[in-house]
Nanobody, 116 residues
C-alpha cells in the first residue's frame, strides 16, 4: 500500500493550490482519507477527511469555507482544494488512509508555503 501526495508549492496569500493524494495497493475502495498538516514547531493537526464513498466530509474549523476535500474513486485519488490561502496555512501536508479494519497508512508530505 502506498500513498503519494502531490501539489504543494509556494503561493501568495489569497491564492489557491490543489493537493492530490494517490493511493495504490489497496485491495478494496473501503478506506477513509484525511489530510493533516504540520507547521514548524507545532503538532500535526487534522485538516479535512472524507469517507470511503465520498458522501461524508469534515473540516477543521479554520479551513471551513476555504478548503474542499473530494475523491475520485476511479482514479484512487483524493483532492484537497485550498482557496484563500493564508500564511498560517503554511505547513507540510500529509494524507492518511484508514481501512475498515482500522489500519492506517501515511503518505509522504508535500510542502505548502503561503507568503504574505
Amino acid at each position: 500500500v502506498q500513498l503519494q501526495a502531490f501539489g504543494g508549492g509556494l503561493v501568495l496569500a489569497g491564492g489557491s493550490l490543489r493537493l492530490s493524494c494517490v493511493a495504490s495497493g489497496f485491495t478494496s475502495d473501503y478506506y477513509a482519507v484525511a489530510w493533516f498538516r504540520q507547521a514548524p514547531g507545532k503538532e500535526r493537526e487534522g485538516v479535512a477527511c472524507i469517507s470511503s464513498t465520498g458522501g461524508s466530509t469534515n473540516y477543521e474549523d479554520s479551513v471551513k469555507g476555504r478548503f474542499t476535500i473530494s475523491r475520485d474513486i476511479a482514479k484512487n485519488t483524493v483532492y484537497l482544494q485550498m482557496n484563500s490561502l493564508q500564511p498560517e496555512d503554511t505547513a507540510v501536508y500529509f494524507c492518511n488512509a484508514k481501512t475498515v479494519y482500522g489500519r492506517v497508512y501515511w503518505g509522504q508530505g508535500t510542502q505548502v508555503t503561503v507568503s504574505s
